[in-house]
């Protein structure tokens, strides 16, 4: 569809390889041998696949538990995407043109929609990274630890940073191995860090996930701990509202930097990063406090515990890592091979520093996660018998 096929669009695909005038319809497949290389299959299908089980074990949990907290999550998170990506990926169709150019272009994958602006990996990573990073705080109890809107918010700041740095990972990744591509003179994403916007160094890896979580937890999560079920209409309806609450979060966080920024990237990058410090200092000092009061606890008489275990998803989130770190291994000749951060074949590098910070992070939080004790909390109050269910652990 040529007629969408924005100037800067265009050159972003040729230089990953494929044509913006020749990229399908709305719904196209593609061969796995056919893509610009192995790894561009290897991490579509394990993202799918992760994102298959977040849904099964969602739709599980509120069939068996009647607590639609994940699925509420999943759906959400996907609400967001769509209500934040399609202008992205054609501003003139939007009429924002003027003021946001294309920001980025996806490489091709084996199904892409949207005249290869959306590969379907995208639409499964947005609901796997929140599903992950929302469970495994889930596991070590800050949730149940921290009630109301404070709590929430607690909680949410606890996601966004877990969220971060399994984001990073794949985030840091990305432009060297042609994943995706980002356009350089857009001033939307200045400033970069190697060759990541800082905008999606914080934004979308810490603040969009905090604001999901918040809005999950303070609109369902904290009336499902209290005891609080939901009909099929109300999870739809929240689910909705989750999505575009979230959205508006996502404008209202990076706040700050928009406005104390204008006029000097520098200025913006290091707002950006007080953010993100604040965030991360936040959450460090919540996850490790609620982890030794867990553990100081054990399993004795009233220890709450986290009260919550997801098994399949803490699995699954080491087999995240282990295939990122495969990933990232064969990556390394060709990183240590590259000149003021650009390899031979002309991509650039992310930071391997970074990375290895963020590996850092997920592998102490799934560690932390297997170091408490698992203790189911006694039933909320509910004053109907029949709305009364024992707390029960996927």
Same mark, same amino acid.
């Given at each position: ?125 947005y609901p796997l990274m929140a599903t992950m990073a929302f469970e495994l705080v889930r596991m070590l109890g800050a949730f149940r630890r921290y ?102 979060? *996502?404008? +209202? &966080?990076? #706040?700050? $930097? !928009? ?11 290091? /707002? ?88 850092? *992070?997920? +592998? &102490?939080? #799934?560690? $932390? !996660? ?11 109050? /509910? ?12």
């Open positions: 569809m040529s007629n969408l096929c924005s100037p800067t669009f265009s050159d972003l695909a040729v230089r990953m390889g494929f044509s913006c005038e020749e990229a399908g319809g709305m719904m196209e497949f593609r061969s796995p041998t056919a893509l610009e290389n192995w790894t561009l299959p290897v991490l579509e299908y394990t993202i799918i696949l992760g994102s298959i089980l977040a849904l099964v074990l969602a739709i599980v949990r509120l069939r068996r538990d009647r607590d639609p907290t994940n699925i509420v999550l999943w759906f959400g998170a996907c609400a967001f995407l769509f209500i934040i990506e399609p202008p992205l990926y054609f501003p003139a169709a939007f009429g924002i043109e003027q003021h946001v150019d294309t920001m980025f272009a996806h490489n091709v994958f084996t199904v892409d929609f949207m005249w290869g602006r959306l590969p379907l990996y995208i639409i499964a990573i009630s109301g809107f404070g709590g929430a918010l607690i909680g949410a700041a606890c996601v966004g940073f877990v969220h971060h740095a399994f984001y990073e990972i794949f985030d840091q990744l990305g432009p060297q191995l042609r994943w995706w591509e980002w356009s350089l003179d857009n001033p939307i994403n200045q400033p970069f860090f190697d060759s990541v916007p800082f905008p999606s160094v914080a934004v979308f890896a810490a603040l969009w996930p905090m604001s999901l979580a918040f809005c999950v937890q303070y609109f369902v999560g904290r009336h499902v701990d209290a005891g609080k079920k939901y009909t099929g209409i109300g999870i739809v309806w929240r689910t909705i509202m989750v999505g575009l609450t979230a959205s508006v979060g *996502v404008f +209202i &966080l990076p #706040i700050p $930097a !928009t406005v104390l920024g204008i006029g000097s990237d520098t200025r913006r990058g290091f /707002v950006y990063g007080a953010e993100l410090a604040i965030l991360s200092v936040v959450a460090i000092v919540v996850l490790y406090r609620q982890w030794s009061r867990l553990r100081a606890e054990g399993s004795g008489p009233g220890n709450q515990g986290s009260g919550y275990i997801n098994k399949p998803i803490r699995y699954f989130a080491i087999f995240y890592l282990a295939v990122l770190a495969l990933l990232w291994a064969t990556a390394l000749p060709d990183y240590f091979g590259a000149v003021d951060g650009v390899t031979a074949n002309g991509d650039p590098t992310g930071s391997l520093w970074y990375t290895l910070g963020c590996f850092a *992070v997920g +592998i &102490l939080v #799934i560690v $932390a !996660t297997y170091t408490v004790p698992q203790v189911a909390p006694a039933p909320a109050a /509910v004053a109907p018998e029949d709305e009364q269910e024992s707390v029960r652990t996927t």
